[in-house]
């Protein structure tokens, strides 16, 4: 499981449509959300995510998650919208995050088609275990080792913590490059 793979995962609830799905998400996104906020909300509207998918198991099947994260923090909760782990989301926050980026108008929607239980995950008696086995800070761990492998270095690893909107992220970066006296074009 990596990152995007909620993107890739979209199996919506009963009385809504992929279009709206797709819609909702990319509102959310465009406004600002953060990828905690967009996946709490893409949990409760999904009958995979949150740990779902585990359901379409016979009961007593083992699980081993492999989990590629590309989010701060490693919440695994939240990479890939939790396929494999029990949903920590329930349908309270997902309201409040459509309120807060004036998404009233999906609330209608998404509630026609909601699973009364909340969100919540009935793993059928499924062992699941979980490992994280890569994130942003090995990435750049990885590359300052090939850069100095090949006799180079990085001017400055900014880590792999920083949040935002790529724009603003971009023009960070930028900003930060041009303090170094580098020439953005080379």
Not at 48 to 63: A, D, E, H, Q, S
């Amino acid at each position: 499981v990596s990152g995007g793979g909620s993107a890739l995962s979209c199996c919506p609830i009963e009385n809504v449509t992929v279009a709206q799905k797709n819609s909702m998400t990319k509102r959310l996104a465009s406004q600002g959300a953060t990828i905690q906020e967009l996946n709490h909300v893409r949990k409760c509207f999904s009958k995979v995510k949150g740990g779902r998918i585990l359901n379409y198991l016979p009961p007593g099947t083992p699980i081993v998650g492999l989990l590629l994260s590309d989010i701060v923090g490693n919440p695994i909760d939240l990479i890939s919208s939790g396929l494999t782990v029990p949903n920590s989301s329930n349908f309270a926050e997902a309201i409040s995050v459509m309120k807060k980026y004036n998404l009233t108008d999906m609330i209608d929607v998404l509630s026609k088609g909601y699973i009364k239980e909340d969100c919540s995950t009935s793993h059928n008696a499924i062992k699941v275990t979980n490992y994280i086995i890569g994130d942003n800070s090995l990435v750049l761990e990885n590359l300052a080792k090939q850069l100095e492998i090949n006799g180079l270095s990085m001017f400055n690893n900014l880590g792999g913590n920083i949040v935002g909107l790529a724009r603003d992220v971009g023009q960070y970066f930028a900003n930060t490059w041009l303090r170094k006296g580098k020439s953005v074009m080379g």
